[in-house]
């Protein structure tokens, strides 16, 4: 049990990393493209936008944190 | 274009994590002899090569809009965290990588053991991890890169092509690449590995880019300048608040 423990930490610390709100922002922005894809609405900006919103708030908690 | 960039970034990456493989294997080589610890590099190559060879072709297996969502995701959040540490540096925020002190430090922590068999395991173990670890994230990058693009075989070339010349000035110099500019190329493929994610994700996701494919190089520029402007915007205001100094590197 402890090992699959241990394999889940290390996924979970190789694929999101420092900052588990960067890999929250990407799936949401992913689901709101793909819904404002689906109702034909030209969503390309959303994911650039989601970029943009997930490093600001990423850099601005790293640069708080004491 | 693209196939010149799928090189580039997986050169890139390859390089960074090669470097910092490298200062490890050196250390424990230097200090504890080198049969072990080049079996312990190269069984970490072979299965870093296997990864590749077994999981290259199940993924570009996949429908190609459920590959580049998830692979797109995947290297969005894999590139945003390369792009937010290669910031955080480069402003002052956070230490700067120093092989020669991660050098010095493993080299001591290595000292200590004592060698206990014919065949020292502890070496064969550090060489390995170092390898297998710093590399994992290269497998991945190929992976991905690859198999989006129907490329695999040229993204590992592109990694190859990194681990012969790291590999070979390591052979010469035999030292820590203490001059490769590390920031600026995390920099670099963190902005490749961002630009491709944000694209590849929308487009799974069911975006049609204004221009197709073009609008990929506005997606490199946008990002490099988010980056940069960042950059400029933490590095004045490391400036101007007073730092009790920059964290320790990871």
Redesign the interface.
């Known amino acids: 049990m402890s090992s699959v423990r241990t394999f889940g930490r290390f996924c979970y610390e190789?694929?999101?990393?420092?900052?588990w709100t960067?890999?929250v922002v990407?799936?949401a922005a992913?689901g709101l493209?793909?819904l404002l894809?689906?109702h034909g609405v030209?969503?390309?900006w959303?994911?650039?936008l989601a970029?943009?919103a997930?490093?600001?708030l990423?850099?601005a908690r790293?640069?708080r944190r004491p | 274009m693209s196939t010149l960039l799928l090189v580039l970034a997986t050169f890139a990456a390859s390089a960074v994590e090669m470097v910092e493989a490298l200062t490890i294997v050196l250390a424990v080589g230097v200090t504890r002899g080198w049969r072990a610890t080049a079996w312990g590099g190269i069984t970490a190559l072979v299965a870093l090569t296997a990864i590749v060879v077994v999981l290259g072709p199940a993924v570009a297996q996949l429908p190609l809009a459920a590959l580049r969502?998830g692979v797109?995701?995947?290297l969005?959040?894999?590139g945003?965290?390369w792009?937010?540490?290669a910031?955080?540096r480069a402003s002052g925020?956070k230490a700067q990588h120093d092989e020669d002190a991660i050098y010095r430090q493993e080299v001591a922590e290595v000292s200590a053991v004592a060698v206990t068999s014919a065949f020292d395991w502890y070496a064969f173990t550090i060489a390995f991890k170092g390898v297998f670890l710093e590399g994992?994230?290269v497998a991945?990058i190929v992976i991905t890169f690859g198999s989006s693009q129907g490329r695999i075989g040229l993204a590992a070339l592109g990694a190859l092509a990194a681990l012969v010349v790291v590999a070979t000035i390591g052979a010469i110099v035999h030292a820590p690449l203490s001059r490769v500019p590390e920031n600026w190329l995390k920099f670099g493929v963190g902005v490749m590995l961002?630009s491709f994610g944000?694209?590849w994700?929308?487009e799974g996701?069911?975006?049609?880019?204004?221009g197709g494919e073009i609008?990929l190089v506005a997606?490199i520029a946008?990002?490099a300048l988010?980056?940069i402007g960042?950059t400029r915007v933490?590095t004045i205001?490391?400036r101007t608040v007073l730092l009790p100094g920059p964290a320790a590197t990871s």
Do not use: N
């Not at chain 1, 190789?14 to 900052?19: K, R, W």
């Not at chain 2, 996701?205 to 204004?210: L, N």
């Open positions: 190789f694929v999101v990393g420092d900052d960067v890999a990407v799936v992913i493209t793909a894809a689906h030209a969503a390309w959303c994911m650039p970029v943009t997930s490093l600001v990423s850099l790293a640069v | 969502v797109g995701a995947l969005l959040v894999f945003l965290q792009l937010r540490k910031i955080l925020y994992l994230e991945f961002t944000t694209f994700s929308a996701a069911g975006v049609d880019w204004p609008c997606v946008y990002v988010l980056a960042l933490l205001r490391s």
